[in-house]
């Protein structure tokens, strides 16, 4: 351990919610995990919150302008394709 203290905290769960979760032996450690996951996903711009500042907006509009979000032929997941890099570079992130 760290040294450092934990802090408590809470959410309110609906009975949907309560029952997913009541064969889990250990709901906290679940839970811990699953936020974590959540947070590795998040968007490095919004952090979640689904808005840009005016500010991250602006920086957002001139990125956009050499910038494109294209569908992977393999996966369908979206992802950024930048135009100086030409097909061989919109391609790097094709699954094998």
Avoid: Y
């Amino acid at each position: 351990m760290t040294g450092k203290k934990q802090e408590i905290v809470t959410f309110k769960a609906d009975e949907p919610l309560l029952q997913a979760m009541s064969g889990i032996p250990n709901r906290s450690e679940f839970i811990r995990a699953a936020i974590l996951a959540a947070l590795d996903s998040v968007c490095p711009l919004c952090k979640g919150s689904g808005i840009l500042t005016p500010d991250q907006r602006k920086h957002w509009l001139r990125f956009a302008e050499h910038h494109a979000l294209a569908e992977c032929a393999d996966c369908h997941a979206l992802h950024l394709v930048c135009e100086a890099g030409g097909e061989e570079r919109q391609n790097e992130g094709h699954h094998e």
